[in-house]
Nanobody, 119 residues
């Protein structure tokens, strides 16, 4: 089992930057891939980015490229999401997720961290 805990959200202004963190604990050595998702009120959950936990190969949603960056620190077992030039439409609850090699859906999820962008 893996436990995930997000942090770093908050109320920010348009144009600000924010760095979200996701601390992993438990059987971290079983993680194959980690990801960020977000969900705004009334909207479906949206994929943001993912990264292979060991190799570091990553994918960012095409619509978010240029403002969003995903990174990791394996020594700290922490996943990050850097968001620059925040926009009101970035307002959402941001979740991190992880899974092992094999399963096609994410097995473990954090509780989320709320990001609210005020204009």
């Amino acid at each position: 089992q893996v436990q995930l805990a997000e942090s770093g959200g908050g109320l920010v202004q348009v144009g600000d930057s924010l760095k979200l963190s996701c601390a992993a604990s438990g059987s971290v050595d079983t993680i194959y891939i980690m990801a960020w998702f977000r969900q705004a009120p009334g909207n479906a959950r949206e994929f943001v980015a993912d990264i292979l936990w060991r190799r570091g190969v990553f994918v960012i949603a095409e619509a978010l490229m240029g403002r969003f960056r995903i990174s990791k620190d394996n020594d700290k077992s922490t996943l990050y999401l850097q968001i620059d030039n925040l926009k009101p439409e970035d307002t959402a609850n941001y979740y991190c997720a992880a899974r092992r090699f094999g399963p096609t859906s994410y097995e473990w999820w954090g509780q989320g961290t709320q990001v609210t962008v005020s204009s």
